[in-house]
T-cell receptor, first 114, second 114 residues
Framework: KQEVTQIPAALSVPEGENLVLNCSFT??????LQWFRQDPGKGLTSLLL?????REQTSGRLNASLDKSSGRSTLYIAASQPGDSATYLC?????????????FGKGTHLIIQP | DAGVTQSPTHLIKTRGQHVTLRCSPI?????VSWYQQVLGQGPQFIFQ???????GRGNFPDRFSARQFPNYSSELNVNALLLGDSALYLC?????????????FGSGTRLTVV
């Protein structure tokens, strides 16, 4: 059974810092990995999708990497801003595709101090 | 173009009652999935439907059921509600069951069982 772990569970940093959020998964047989952002009481906003054949994806100040063989992904946020404060969730899609659904970590709760 | 829409946004029910939650996918998307998110946890996979057929089911009791209509919208039904069913219920849509382009989530339905 796939398990996803996110470290740290919570993080508070001053504005302007670069930071790294970590995600690990136990079964390397994945189809893709997706990073989401969730604001309190809201739905999920997709940030980056990495296919299993890719090593990284970039969007603006965000960069996500994937090392499938070691079961790890990182989300790098450059020049953090107070508006980046949210919970960040990592989710993996198994090779069974939709039949397996996404397996999520518990998330990293990020606070950017002004 | 409208995103994934869910209704209602909030709902309060009494133990033992039945509830129906609704989801409309992005236009052109044929796959709909349902997730349950309890406070402080990542979303948990409930069902995936593609072309009106159930393609996957998570570890949830038979009190949970769903269906997909010819227009690809979907309903999630929960019978005999328990206090533990209180959660944010999220719907996600994707183009196909292999999720080449990842999932897009709605804003969710907040269910409170009293």
């Amino acid at each position: 059974k796939q398990e996803v772990t996110q470290i740290p569970a919570a993080l508070s940093v001053p504005e302007g810092e670069n930071l790294v959020l970590n995600c690990s998964f136990t079964d390397s047989a994945i189809y893709n990995l997706q990073w989401f952002r969730q604001d309190p009481g809201k739905g999920l906003t997709s940030l980056l999708l990495i296919q299993s054949s890719q090593r990284e994806q970039t969007s603006g100040r965000l960069n996500a990497s994937l090392d499938k063989s070691s079961g790890r992904s990182t989300l790098y946020i450059a020049a953090s801003q107070p508006g980046d404060s949210a919970t960040y969730l990592c989710a993996v899609c198994g090779v069974g595709g939709g039949a397996d659904g996404l397996t999520f970590g518990k998330g990293t709760h990020l606070i950017i101090q002004p | 173009d409208a995103g994934v829409t869910q209704s209602p946004t909030h709902l309060i029910k009494t133990r033992g009652q039945h509830v129906t939650l609704r989801c409309s996918p992005i236009s052109g998307h044929k796959s709909v999935s349902w997730y349950q998110q309890v406070l402080g946890q990542g979303p948990q996979f409930i069902f995936q439907y593609y072309e009106k057929e159930e393609r996957g089911r998570g570890n949830f009791p038979d009190r949970f059921s769903a269906r997909q209509f010819p227009n690809y919208s979907s309903e999630l039904n929960v019978n005999a509600l328990l206090l533990g069913d209180s959660a944010l219920y999220l719907c996600a849509s994707s183009l196909a069951d292999r999720e080449n382009d990842g999932y897009t989530f709605g804003s969710g339905t907040r269910l409170t069982v009293v």
